[in-house]
C-alpha cells in the first residue's frame, strides 16, 4: 500500500486546521512515500521560505530510518555520533527532532512519513497526528 495524493492532501489540510486551532505559527507540512520521495507539500502564508527543507528533513529522517522523529532526537542525546554518521550517509537530510512522524497502515507497515514545522517541535509534532488520524492511519511521533 502506498499514501495517495488524496489522502496527503487530506493529511496537510487536516494538520494546518490544527495548527490554526491550536493558535500556532505558521506551518508547513511535508508528505512523503515509503521511500522518502515528496507525495505532497504545502507552506501557510507567513511561514518561511526554508521550511521546507525543515519538514523533509524531519519527515525524511523518520521513513529512512524507520523511527520517529522523538525517538531520532532520544538518539541523538544518547550516540550523537550515530546521528552525524546517519546524517553523513543521507547528505545531511535528516532533522532529529519531534515533528517527524513515522506514517502507518492499521497492520502496521510503514507508508511514508509527516513532517511538520513552524511552531515547536512537540506542537509540530501534534498537528501532524491530527492529520494522519483524519485520514484514518497511524502515526508514531
Known sequence: MTISLRRARTIIRKA???????????????????????????????????????????????????????????????????????????GGQV?????GVLLRDKKGAVLGAVGVTGDTSDNDAAAALAGIEAVGLVGEA
Open 95 to 99: 532533522v532529529p527532532v519531534p515533528g
Open 16 to 90: 494546518l486546521e490544527k495548527g490554526r486551532e491550536l493558535n500556532l505559527k505558521p506551518l508547513s507540512v511535508v508528505v512523503l512515500d515509503a521511500g522518502g520521495h515528496v507525495q505532497a507539500f504545502e507552506r501557510e502564508d507567513g511561514a518561511a521560505p526554508g521550511r521546507f527543507a525543515i519538514a523533509h528533513g524531519k519527515a525524511y529522517g523518520a521513513v529512512m530510518l524507520g523511527m520517529s522523529g522523538s525517538a531520532q532526537m532520544a538518539r541523538a542525546e544518547q550516540q550523537a555520533y550515530f546521528m552525524a554518521a546517519v546524517n553523513g550517509v543521507y
